[in-house]
């Protein structure tokens, strides 16, 4: 049975940090093409990044693109998110999604993963 528990949201203020985990288990992490998205209060599910299953290819969406590091960690089946710079606009749930199709490289579209996790809020006040 597939497994994917996310961890590590929280309340912080504009300009700090925090990292998302995701704990993968259920099938062999390093097949896995890996993303993490999220959705604020009334819109719609967005992507944020993925990682291929070499870890080798990540992509990001513009609006977090070079204030995130999507990474993964083989040893512990374990996803990360590492989100730098936050601002109001990060608010949302983010959740973490495993697409085990064999697909060459990372997807940022939400239809192309399996299985999801049950999210984890993550608050920014200005």
């Known amino acids: 049975q597939v497994r994917l528990v996310e961890s590590g949201g929280g309340l912080v203020q504009a300009g700090d940090s925090l990292r998302l985990s995701c704990a993968a288990s259920g099938r062999t992490f390093s097949r896995s093409v890996m993303g993490w998205f999220r959705q604020a209060p009334g819109k719609e599910r967005e992507f944020v990044a993925s990682?291929?299953?070499?870890?080798?290819?990540?992509n990001y969406a513009d609006s977090v693109r070079r204030r995130f590091l999507v990474s993964r960690d083989y040893t512990k089946n374990m996803l990360y998110l590492q989100m730098n710079s936050l601002k109001p606009e990060d608010t949302a749930v983010y959740y973490c999604a495993a697409d085990w199709s064999g697909a060459p490289r990372p997807s940022d579209f939400a239809g192309a993963y399996d299985y999801w996790g049950q999210g984890t809020q993550v608050t920014v006040s200005s």
């Open positions: 990682i291929s299953w070499s870890g080798g290819t990540t």
